[in-house]
């Protein structure tokens, strides 16, 4: 998005795809710098908590868990939990009411073979997939992502391909 901490600080780092103004931190208050450049975010795959910390906002944010030990079954639930923000409470020229958590560049659960592991997740809809708690897919130079509301969700059908890895982009 060309900000490092986007969709904050605008004024400052100017990213073409927001108003150049400040949106304020409404959601919470930081007690501290660390806390004021830092979102909290939980990632979930089955009930299984993989993350439960702050991350630092920034482009991008990847991370790969191991899931070989999980017995996943044959579902995999993935959970997507944060902070959120109203563009259109934060800066008075936005329009956009929306909840925002999350911007979701892709989810992948990785696996030696083909089925709905190795395809992409949370950037679009995809069929035999149940999700919910993403907006509508958007696009940044030329990649799709969708943002979450603060709770997002995806049931991932388990064939014979069991996952070794989930990979996540936000």
Known sequence: FGNPLFPFYNAVFRSPDFPASNLPLTSFVPENLHDLI???????INGKVLFDDKVAM???WVRSFDVTALN???EAVIEIISDTFVPAEAHKNSDDPRSLGVCVRGIILVSPDKEFVD?????R???GVQDEGFHHQEYFAGKPFRWTNGA???DVPIGKAKPKSLDISA
């Open 38 to 44: 830092t979102l909290p975010l939980r990632i979930a």
């Open 58 to 60: 920034k482009t991008e």
């Open 72 to 74: 996943l079954g044959k």
């Open 119 to 123: 395809e992409p997740l949370g950037t």
């Open 125 to 127: 809809l995809v069929a």
């Open 152 to 154: 997002a969700r995806l």
